[in-house]
């Protein structure tokens, strides 16, 4: 298998603050990374896909202004949730798909918490 | 809109005992489906791959088979053991390895000592 590391695994905020998760791949190239996001008690749902050294792809009904996806390297795609609100607590995943993978590699999560 | 619906949401049972869980898909043109286990606090195990050309994948005793036709896939599990508690989620994917992924509820599994 592969691995993608995802940190922090846990983050409280106060609101309107903003906070940023890393997603590294760290023994694959992830030419293509994608976030999730999964509220209490539902399925996890795509954010939005980014490809390396492009403007991540947003999904419908995702603010592109609010949740700002950098994929600038290979190995490395950070989320920053922008001026956080308790509405925006949830639980967020990345994962990773690159040459020679069939398949994602899913990080560990993030739990944010905004207060 | 692709939706993925889980069955049941949750389920115990004794250790030792043979389980399916279901999924269904609304939309059937689907480039594969994925079986999933979560653990708390932890990210996403992929446990079978079934490519949308295939009927069934196999892994140690996880089972799980697809009917495209019919938007189905199910989840069998031998001998569960107390270890395989966790949640299950079933996704499908709708192109290659670089489209995302649509994700049911999960069912949540406890195997009881």
């Known amino acids: 298998g592969a691995v993608v590391s995802q940190h922090p695994s846990w983050v409280i905020c106060k609101s309107g603050t903003s906070v940023k998760i890393e997603c590294r791949s760290l023994?694959?190239?992830?030419?293509?990374m994608f976030w999730y996001r999964q509220f209490p008690k539902q399925s996890l749902m795509l954010m939005a896909t980014?490809?390396?050294?492009?403007?991540?792809?947003?999904e419908q009904g995702v603010e592109k202004d609010k949740f700002l996806i950098n994929h600038a390297s290979l190995t490395l795609s950070t989320l920053t949730v922008t001026s956080a609100h308790p509405e925006d607590s949830s639980f967020y995943i990345c994962?990773?798909?690159?040459?020679?993978?069939?398949?994602?590699?899913f990080g560990a999560g993030t739990r944010l918490s905004v207060l | 809109k692709q939706e993925v619906t889980q069955i049941p949401a949750a389920l115990s049972v004794p250790e030792g005992e043979n389980l399916v869980l279901n999924c269904s898909f609304t939309?059937?043109?689907?480039?594969?489906l994925q079986w999933f286990r979560q653990d708390p606090g932890k990210g996403l195990t992929s446990l079978l791959l079934?490519?949308?050309?295939?009927r069934e994948q196999t892994s140690g005793r996880l089972n799980a088979s697809l009917d495209k036709s019919s938007g189905r896939s199910t989840l069998y599990i031998a001998a569960s053991q107390p270890g395989d508690s966790a949640t299950y989620l079933c996704?499908?994917?709708?192109?290659?390895?670089?489209?995302?992924?649509?994700f049911g509820k999960g069912t949540h599994l406890i195997i009881q000592p």
């Open positions: 939309d059937s043109a689907i480039y594969n």
């Open positions: 994962s990773g798909y690159g040459q020679g993978k069939n398949i994602q590699y």
């Open positions: 079934i490519q949308s050309s295939q």
């Open positions: 980014s490809n390396e050294g492009s403007k991540a792809t947003y």
């Open positions: 023994d694959f190239q992830a030419t293509t």
């Open positions: 996704a499908v994917g709708r192109g290659g390895g670089a489209d995302g992924l649509t």
